[in-house]
Structures are given as structure tokens and as C-alpha cells.
């Protein structure tokens, strides 16, 4: 049998993964609200049998909608919401014609929206941050981080533009996804929500609730916070329609909250769905029957139109 030592190691010396994944601020892509609005077809309730505590049901709904998320985010092989994430490698320096020595980085997750900061070094301990991303290129699934003007001086970089270097990317991608922290009257110039990650000057976002729906733009006066709360958002014109505290604010497209609706209809369905079939109380069961129908074309209907955002790498 082997023997295994372990020790006490201070934290110090703990040398953490440099790619980090961010879901903190991981949401529900689908609220109560838009699920009940949706055509489903589904008694929602009796999630819990018996029960006729509102706030039970509510819950359980809640719990259903947070599952139907993540299988959406399995089935893309991603996270749909809005997350900021570390990217760390090795990678080849390159010569550009016109920015000189450059690092071009791919980045796992898309849409990518912005980034927040590089830093690069010949080896992990001597990485520093890149001070001068005026004219870092931010590409449909990679970026092009100029690294002539970084470094001590004379730079290392300047005089040296091949070979390869450490690199970490921290970068924000996917939908905003939240909802309003406080009601907006019409009229209103500005909304307060409950996550601004993932909001970005001159973005448009959808305002929603079961009575209303228009289109805002964020102005471009905005600076983008990763606060939890009551983040102010300014708009370029009033809103039209009356929002409550509670309604959608998203960027996400429709295509993936329809496919969230589905596959959480197919997730209640599911439950209890099949029944062992016997001829006579004499006789050994014959076969199983589906009591429900639609889960399996429900979910491959979700997955038809989640197809265009999985990730292919």
C-alpha cells in the first residue's frame, strides 16, 4: 500500500493557476417571469406536489431555470453569461509591419468584449503589465497585443522580436444578463441595475417585462463597472414604456433564452415522465411508456438553437 506524506505548506508559497474563470456573477438566463410569459404549456404551480406555498413554488422554479442555464452553458461548452476570464500561455512573438513586435493570444471564450489587462515576461517572475494598449486589436477569437513599448528601458522587447513569451490576457466575454435594481419610470435618461458586468458604452440592450419591450442604448459617457449593485447605467434617450424593480435587462440573444425555456420545460416534463406498462396484475411488465410528450424535440430544439454558439475550441 502506498504511503502518501502531506505537510503544512504556507500559503506563500502557493503558486495559484494563472487561467482563472470568473462565475460569480453567474445568473439565471431566464427570470420566473419570462418563463411564465412563454408559451410552454407548463403548470408551473405544482413544481413542488402538495405543496400551496407561493414562495416554495417560486423557489423550485427558480431551481429548474438555474439548471436549464447550465445545461445550456454544457451544451455550448461555455459560459453564456458575461464573465471576466484570465487567458495564460507561452506564445511566439511576432513581427507586424506597422506595431512591430506583437503577441496575438486566442482566448478560449467568445463573444469577447473587452479587455481589462495583459502582462508579458520572459519567464513567470519577470511578467509585468503591458501599460499601453492603445493598439491592442481585439478579434472575433483572438488578440493582438503590440509589445515593442513594454519593459524596462532599453526594452527587451524593442531589441528582441523573436523567440516567445509569457503571457497572461485578463478579458470580459458573453451577454449581459441582469435585471433593473430599481424601477425606470418613462421618460427616465438612466437605469440602475443589479450587474452592470458585461455592460459597455454605446451597447444596446433589451428593457423587458411582460407588458413592455424596447430596445436602449447605453451612452457612451458610461464607464464600465464590475459592481454587484445598483450600478447607474445613462442611456442616449428617455425610455418609452413603465419598468419595475425585477425586469429584464439584456443583451443576450433571444435564441438562447428560447432554448433556456425549452430545455427547462423539458427538465419539468421529465420528472415522472415514464411508467412501467403490465397487461394484468398476473402478467410481467411489457414495456415502458412516455406519460409526457415533446421532451426529446424540445430539447433538440434547444440545441438547434444554441448550435450557432458552441464553442469549436
Known sequence: MAVV????????TVVPAPNVTTYASRSIYVSPSEFKAA?????????????????????????????ASAVADKICNKVLGATMDT?????????DPGLGPVIRVPLNFTPIIAVAGVSVGTTPSTMAPVTDLTNLWIGSKAVTVPIGGTGPSPSPFQSRSSGKRYTTVTY????????????AAANATSI??????GIMPGQQLNLM???NSEIVTVDPSYIPSNAAVNVLVPLTAPIVGTYTAGDTVTNMPQEIKQAVILIAKSLIKTRGSESIVIASTTSQPEHIQGLESGVTSDMEMAEYLLSAYVRAA
Not at 506524506?5 to 506563500?12: E, G, I, K
Request: glycine content about 6%.
Open 172 to 183: 470580459l466575454n458573453g451577454w449581459a444578463n441582469t435585471t433593473l435594481q430599481a424601477n
Open 39 to 67: 408559451p410552454t404549456g407548463v403548470d408551473v404551480s405544482q413544481l413542488i406536489p402538495g405543496d400551496n406555498n407561493q414562495a416554495h413554488q417560486l423557489n423550485a422554479l427558480v431551481m429548474q431555470l438555474q439548471r
Open 192 to 197: 440602475t441595475v443589479t450587474a452592470a458586468l
Open 5 to 12: 506524506y502531506t505537510q503544512n505548506v504556507p500559503l506563500s
Open 87 to 95: 487567458q495564460a500561455g507561452y506564445y511566439r512573438v511576432q513581427n
Open 209 to 211: 417585462n411582460t407588458n
